[in-house]
């Protein structure tokens, strides 16, 4: 029987460009919020993981040493887009084995260190070498997407006005200015249909969350949030013919995180969707049952997925307006989810959500086996 | 109350160089090794930890995708030269918690790929950028060593005699050659006092183990080999005066290790150690307390730690001759101790072994928080 955890505490830094700050400085601040939140010290911390996909070396044991918890056990975990999120699943395991009754889990990443090049392409992955970069791959799967069901770039762009609306409610989003359908399109073009405002800045970033044991909990803190359900699935797609507007890994990872909690899409409050490109958000919230298939667009402009509609998608901004500092994403998502559920999100507030869903997921560019997805369901 | 975890089966390739095999090609090969020997399938497998230290993005879905099992939840693990045995204590805690029955674990690194060139620095390693990279600190350890209790060049030479003279039964060592205490030190210079032959080489490899709940282990082999403890630590030095040739987080982590398997020194019959350099065996011989301080030198010239001897330690060859590919060397540890509790290591099998130790140390260059140690018991 494995032992019930709950976040009991979140931090966050602000998203945005650090290029003067080390990977460590942008991490404590992020851990040491949490711990605040908490009311636990360094001392009462059984383990720590830290999630970062271009940290460098031991990057937890960097940012915990400024927090003088370098002794204590501490595992980086390196899963692409879904680092944070994967260390966050190695953390719920270690205190439902009975290992430890706290821990936290930290994602962080300072992209800046790339002086606005790209990310270093890894040489296996020739598909990237010769082109097919994350902008023109989510491109080729929003034409078609288009293509199938009719969707118009003004559509894609409404995407972005969403995002920018609620970042606008939100202090840690890296893009907070409000925008318009015309002034999305009017950006510079990236990788058609996509213009530079529907996708994510680049940026640095970092977020933690502290993890207890469900029965212990209520000594920490007064709005205690179980996690229900902790998945991770990487890529995996059958041989034949390949429907690029299904994105299959979220698909298969959502049915085993939903049977896991025991819940469904009717039952979500609130989630926060890995919305790297405009497409992308329309693809998951099929992907997750949030309406059927071909049917995004339509759930979009009814406004239920906005703040105050019936199930409100990215109330921080997503990636496309929080910013996505690669493993920093994935812990974020959960510092605001978790925060709407104690309802402490001001502003943005999803009034009287109870059931909350957080999804991030990266990689797989090449060969399609080499993508990972983690999902996440909290209660309160 | 966890659950107990067992090996139930091993595999590693010979390490060496292979600068035309991907890291994908590297790893495959150790993994579907360990599945043959635990009788297991894909199928059976419920979830993968990867150790990579410079491995670049998302190894594990790289490798595991080879052998069709890139649908499960696969983790990466970053923890310097420790990165294969914490994803060992990962893979522990996995099955511990009930989430899993069976798990895999692998340890791999190609540093060919660096085509003979230094591991790329971390810039914030200011120690490091002006000069004191891994040979040199270790030579500085050396030194005081030498200094405080009258150890010579030859009796430092002597370690990597035996480490050759082991490695030379080991059909999966690098470097198979046996030597002498005079050809050890004419061999260049590279940290005085190390000559090159004192030095780790440099390499490719990987090493994969399978794990099991305990009481489900003798379905699966006929000598499941439990996991007695594991444990993660990381660096932490108190201020105040220090003393170099006491390895502190390794000191520290073996206590930790040995109130968790209820076990002391005087109870291991065979143990792989961190032998970077000839003086870092001496050092950690004191560190276990397999004699005292000071008299290491005794211990290796008593032949205590020979094959043969009350207590051998790096059966292998250990880092120096069966070769320290970072990742894989925590991993290859496993393997190693395991094959001699099972009692399958031919020439160099230590007789009647019943309780072995493996040790994997890192990191830790600069600022003394940033090393890491993993120490695991296994027991027949």
Redesign the interface.
Known sequence: ??REVAVIGTGMIRFGKYPDV???DLGWPAARQAMDDAGVEPEDIG?LFCGT?LG???P???I??RLGM???????????CSSGS?AL??GH??I????YDIVMVMGVEKLTKFNGGPIPL?K?DWEVANGLVMPALYAMRARRYMHEHGATPEQLAGVVVKSRRHAALNPDAQLRGETTVEEVLASRMIADPFTLFQCCPTGDGAAAVVLCAADLASRYSPRPVKVQAS??????FESGPRDMTVPEITV?CAAETYEEAGLGPEDIDVAEVHDAFTSAELMYYEAFGFCRRGEAVQLLESGATSLGGRIPVNPSGGLLSKGHPVAATGAAQVVEVVRQLQGRCGKRQVEGAKVGLTHATG?GIS?F????CAIHIFTV
Chains 1, 2 share one sequence.
């Open positions: 029987m494995m080390s990977l460590a383990a996909g460098g070396p031991m937890g044991q960097r915990f040493g370098a002794g204590l056990p501490i595992i980086n975990v390196e899963n692409a994967s699943n190695l395991t270690a439902a084995s009975g290992r890894e296996e998945h991770v699935a990487s890529g995996h298969r990689g060969g086996d080499h993508g990972v």
